[in-house]
């Protein structure tokens, strides 16, 4: 079985200020871990994956997460967050690829203020 | 290259109706997945199909079935729709299996 926890629903940041969005998972044999963003209107598009490589990720838009097993912890962040990062985003675990069943989290508000 | 396509955008049904919904994958890919997505919710895993056969569901009744072509694009097809059914449905496709998943915009179904 694998589930995520995203430990905030919402999280509010003023531009040009760090982002972190929290997320626990649960999984019995060793996962792949996704962060995907949904704007409104729009489809999921996937910021950075993990899948057994290197523990710290780097992904589109200046986005990173890294992956503490001791932990069971995938938390996604940013240096400086930009208005356009306003959105929705999902932690998602998966056995490993991807490419199966995609369990998400229930998701993270990001609201970035002036 | 096209990415995932859906179709329609939006659909208004009533309880008790029937739905077809459509997804064309991205060209040469042959696995699509399915996924509902209530408001306020993550998408939840409906089903997969690789080359044509049904590989793996998740937790959803048999009223909710699927069909895949022969060109790899797909129908979810739901009977007897309830209020609950109401979300924006999702379709992913993948090169392969185990294989990073491009979602489409999603279809919004109403169900009144």
């Not at chain 2, 129908?75 to 090169?95: G, K």
Request: a neutral charge.
């Amino acid at each position: 079985a694998q589930s995520v926890t995203q430990l905030d629903s919402h999280v509010s940041v003023s531009e040009g200020t760090p982002v972190l969005l929290r997320c626990n998972y649960s999984s019995s044999y060793s996962p792949s871990l996704f962060w995907y963003v949904q704007h409104p209107n729009k489809g999921l598009q996937l910021l950075l994956k993990y899948t057994s490589a290197a523990t710290l990720v780097k992904g589109i838009n200046g986005f990173e997460a890294e992956f503490k097993k001791s932990e069971t912890s995938f938390h996604l962040t940013k240096p400086s967050a930009h208005m356009s990062d306003a959105a929705e985003y999902f932690c998602v675990v998966s056995a490993a690829g991807g490419g199966n069943k995609l369990t998400f989290g229930t998701g993270t508000q990001l609201k970035v203020e002036l | 290259e096209t990415g995932v396509t859906q179709s329609p955008t939006h659909l208004i049904k009533t309880r008790g109706q029937q739905v077809t919904l459509r997804c064309s994958s991205q060209s040469g890919h042959n696995t699509v997945s399915w996924y509902q997505q209530a408001l306020g919710q993550g998408p939840q895993f409906i089903f997969q199909y690789y080359r044509e056969e049904e590989n793996g569901r998740g937790n959803f009744p048999p009223r909710f079935s699927g069909l895949q072509f022969p060109n790899y694009s797909s129908e979810l097809n739901v009977n007897a729709l309830e209020l609950d059914d109401s979300a924006l449905y999702l379709c992913a496709s993948s090169l392969a299996q185990g294989r990073e998943q491009f979602f489409g915009p999603g279809t919004r179904l109403t169900v009144l």
